[in-house]
């Protein structure tokens, strides 16, 4: 339950109270005045601890811009005694753009993340291949852990090398 619905219902309360006493014993002002200033110090009480409104940044992912386009060639006129000639410019290729595959890391690995990543590489591990290729038992002992989680850690390396 939320604090400022208590304190509302404090503060009801007191505002009740107030009305009670106010009915039966029209004497006792001291009574009135106390429980009401006390249920108004509930309803301000209830009013800070009520929940904040959030508001949401949103984050607009412009698209890349287009692959420029490759110019037509030119024709170019050069004159050599008094004959002109037309010389057609060969098109340029377009500039290839090699697509690797993503690379692997050692974040791939299940169970690895960035701290045990570097502690990994600060022991000679530093990639996929690398840990494939290691001893659980020698890469326990260099990190101080149990052999368990770095035979997974292995199993998970060969894996994922198998994978296309």
Known sequence: MRL?????VVAIMCFIVTGAVAAYAATQQLWI????VIG???????????????TQTQITVS??????????PKAVEVKVENKVEEIKAEPQPAPV???????VGLLDVK????KRAQQ????????VED????????????????PYFTGKWIENAKEILKKP
């Open 40 to 54: 108004l110090a509930f309803i301000g009480a209830g009013y800070t601890q009520r929940p904040r409104e959030r």
């Open 120 to 127: 990994l590489k600060a022991v000679g591990i530093n990639s």
């Open 63 to 72: 698209p890349p811009p287009p692959p420029p386009i490759p110019q037509t």
């Open 111 to 114: 169970g690895i993340k960035d």
């Open 131 to 146: 840990l494939a290729k290691a001893s659980a038992e020698d890469l326990a002992a260099k990190l101080k852990i149990a």
């Open 33 to 36: 005045v106390t429980t009401a």
């Open 97 to 103: 753009i090699e697509v690797k595959p993503p690379s």
């Open 4 to 8: 400022d619905y208590v304190l509302y």
